[in-house]
């Protein structure tokens, strides 16, 4: 693998239902804090259709710059799930019956007393070398393919499937692959002072912490009663590092709110969650 | 411009809350619904962090494949919004100050007596060559530029700016230039079908009626109660066209669920809105 892969993630969500606005993709956001947390550095969500040409060309920039791809959708029974066709071709791999996913679907539909047909073993058919990832939910396995040093998952789309296969078999893979990173985030409300006026102060704080990243979240309305949210999320090899940091970068933050006239709401600190 | 980016759009959400997933991003399924109904077809939503050569990547990726792209986020005066000097260097032009847009800001501060400051100031300065975006929610303009028969508009990331800008000052530019297309959408539920036992008349159809667009959803539990939520989106240059299509497909689906057994839970048909 590169270099310049490790600790960066990927994520693809495909499906035409996210194009055209008829569903809120929260898998992605999900996903995201969950990388995040363990430590890698999310940089791109792209979202696709389910056009083959389409998806190859994303699983494709993925793998050439992320150390994690994690594509979500297309894996069902119809037509138009063609995720695991996408990226048998985006590695030059052949589509093949792989016999343990075979199985997977099949007790799953012997469970309803459902016999097998061309679309549900079609849920079986994976790039060649992937390893299934048990669907503990639904009916279509995932598929989890090492390339090049990246890894490569392939999860559903509906979420209570996705979590799950995530939980047990995923995160316990990237656990023990993820960079030594450890998080803590401190926030602070601050009343009375315009975002834009703590801003410059922000900035120079940002520039002299570039493992802490600092934003402002205005919340209250900025004419009449302005409250501004801070949020100052550290990273580092050492969690005692983390906390420092951004308790440091907090504490700043308060002593120039009140040099601007501001009142402090509140303030807190944690491990992420 | 090229032939081939007639009525595509993209989408592309700035900021690193979403690639921490601290933020669901609503904006974009908003926006893609709406350019949906407009008639264009939305290919990608690239969400991206806040760094610069990040965004100038997907932005120059963007122009060089759709009609229309649209930016979410990043207009603010904190050191990290950095979409329009993203914009401005993807476009190899210059970040200019704006006159129209530092009258926009100005005036926007002046009701709150608040004086302008080097950072209120960056939210005027705008690539060379765009035309500013009135916001009447917030603070920061939008930034609108044609190039190469493209229109590239920024419009900021907080839910009640972006819409009140889009609704107001991008739509009806952007149903001037709308391809033609209706858009007539169907949809039936069935109770009774696993979604794979569907799933072959459905691919059937599909390729039978490439303007439409066929999407099945599985609503109970597949094992005790299956109930399938079949959703068809047909596009035509006539309304006309597009209800018939989609009204067909539904009657030949319905005969089909029937033939295995399925019942006809309900019907409906609309223009999507």
Redesign the interface.
Known sequence: MSQDKKGLAWIIPIG???????????N?????????FLGYK????????DDLD?IVEEVRRGLSRAEVILTTGGL?????DKTLEAVAKALERKLVLNEEALKMVESFYK??N?PM????IKMAMLPEGSKPIPNEV??APGALIEVEGSILASLPG?PAEMKTMFEKHLQPLLEERAPPRKLWECSIQIKGV????L??F??EM??KYPKS?I??HPKGH??KEPILDV?I?SASESLDEAKKLSEKIMNSIEAEAKRLGGEIVSKSCKAPD
Request: hydrophobic fraction near 40%; charge should be positive; proline fraction near 7%.
């Open positions: 035409n239902e996210l194009l055209i606005g008829r569903i809120v993709d929260t992605s956001a999900w996903l995201a804090r969950r990388l995040t999310v940089i791109r969500i792209v979202k696709v259709p389409e069902g029974p119809t037509y138009d469970k309803k459902l047909t061309k679309e549900r639904g009916a509906v315009p975002e834009s006026s801003a410059p922000l900035e940002a520039r990243y934003k402002s900025e004419i949020r999320l």
